[in-house]
């Protein structure tokens, strides 16, 4: 077969069945497209049942397969009610993207709630504010969403993938889990200052982690663990943040939204089959000064 033939293939999710997290989100939207385009049947769970519903009812009216399921991350029982709508609906589950994360958003859609509303419930509290004064049920909801939502989404899935003897799963970190926020981007002169809070970079670190762990921990079970850290990604942000931000790429831009599709499909697909325990940094060249 040539290699042509054959490149195709290896990302060709056909027969496959995918868990997305946020999956009514920013990212978490592109991802479950991207998935239901390479032949995956797509369970897009999200906090925001009416977003998943309309965004099922977009991939399906493509041609692709999907189902909505309200899925609360921090919730043991909601958590396996969404793998067990996974099995009920497909009668298996290949793939587990865990996308969902409280991530303070600085766009001016979200700058004033500091949380991305579609995917996760909102932290109560600014989270553009300083660490010392930075309130602890914000930090426990953070690492609640963030961190063990990650873990009880692969505890429950795990069991299925043991069953049939193979799956994958992909855990959504950060350039903010590989090197500390430049605060200096969220400032912005005559206004009160705002930080990428603590809560993000401590999260993001622990997924990569949590990857890592689990990667090994299913050594010889054909059960593959890797993740995927984004730098960031434009979302109507103003023009001096955009600016600021660009300057630290190498790339000199933004990503755009649909720039980390290729990257999931890679690490979900039988292309990336001999990777586990690495972590994919998507981030512009950012990583690299």
């Known amino acids: ?6 490149l195709p ?12 997290t946020g ?10 497209q991207t998935l239901a385009k390479a032949g995956a049947q797509v369970v897009i769970a999200d906090l925001n049942f009416d977003a998943a519903q309309s965004l099922s009812d977009a991939i399906c009216q493509a041609g692709g397969q999907a189902i909505p399921v309200r899925t609360d991350v921090t919730n043991l029982e ?9 099995l ?4 298996r589950l290949d793939i587990l993207v865990n996308s969902a994360a409280l991530d303070p958003k600085f766009d001016p859609q979200h700058i004033s709630a500091g949380v991305d509303r579609q995917s996760i419930p909102a932290v109560p509290y600014l989270a553009a504010g300083a660490f010392e004064d930075f309130p602890l049920e914000a930090w426990n909801q953070a690492l609640s969403v963030n961190l063990t939502g990650a873990f009880l989404c692969c505890q429950a899935a795990a069991p299925a993938m043991l069953s049939q003897g193979c799956g994958v799963i992909v855990n959504l970190s950060s350039i903010y889990g ?5 605060q200096r981007l969220y400032q912005h002169p005559g206004h009160s200052p705002q930080y990428k809070p603590v809560y993000y970079s401590v999260t993001k670190f622990g997924i990569l982690g949590l990857t890592r762990y689990l990667a090994t921990y299913y050594a010889g079970k054909n ?13 109507g ?34 292309a990336s089959a001999y990777m586990t325990g690495a972590n994919l940094i998507v981030d512009g060249g950012w990583t690299s000064w």
């Open 178 to 182: 590989l090197a500390g926020p430049d």
């Open 1 to 6: 077969m040539s290699k042509q033939q054959f």
């Open 237 to 270: 942000h103003d023009e001096d943040f955009v600016q600021a931000y660009s300057a630290r790429t190498v790339l000199g831009r933004m990503a755009e939204k649909d720039e980390m599709n290729g990257a999931l499909l890679f690490l979900v697909s039988d």
């Open 9 to 20: 293939e290896l990302f060709d999710l056909n027969g496959r069945v995918a868990v997305v």
């Open 23 to 32: 999956g009514a989100g920013l990212l978490g939207a592109e991802f479950c």
């Open 88 to 91: 009920h609906a497909f009668n």
């Open 223 to 235: 059960i593959r663990v890797n993740a995927l850290s984004p730098g960031g990604v434009f979302n």
């Open 78 to 86: 909601s958590v396996q009610q969404m793998v067990s709508s996974a």
